[in-house]
């Protein structure tokens, strides 16, 4: 049986599993290579926040011309626009973190001990009431 699956739906398939794989490679990555890897999935330019960012912006300029025609609801149009806004203030926000990044992916040479910045610290949340 032949597969009747639209080229561009394959593509969108094959891109979540291999985001997938990239996660699972992460996971098992040693801290030098996962900060690299981080910082090229977040690298504005090149990475692939920016990329689904730019993809979900053009998502949304297609609902909005088919919202206008009648064919989806404006809220479709509305979410993409605001899922688009978010993705870019949140791209913004780590872009800050991305030479932090690109730093701890440097190798260190051997016998040298990595130069800490700043002493490690626990992580604790609090709520506010």
């Known amino acids: 049986m032949t597969d009747t ?12 599993r291999q985001i997938d794989q990239l996660a699972e490679q992460l996971i098992q ?9 981080i910082a090229t999935v977040l690298d504005p330019e090149e990475g ?8 979900v912006a053009t998502g949304s300029h297609f609902a ?12 479709v149009w509305l979410a993409l626009g605001r899922a688009t806004n978010e993705l870019h203030d949140i791209g ?6 991305t030479d932090t990044l690109r730093q701890l992916a440097r190798p260190v040479p051997p016998g040298t001990t990595p130069t800490v910045t700043k002493p490690g610290s626990p992580l604790i949340a609090r709520l506010h009431r």
């Open 64 to 75: 909005k011309g088919h919202a206008e025609n009648g064919l989806l609801p404006p809220e």
């Open 29 to 37: 990555a040693p801290p030098p290579l996962a900060a690299q890897i």
């Open 92 to 97: 913004l926000d780590l872009d800050e973190h």
């Open 48 to 55: 692939v926040l920016g990329r689904v960012t730019t993809l």
């Open 5 to 16: 699956t639209p080229g561009p739906v394959r593509l969108a398939g094959d891109i979540a």
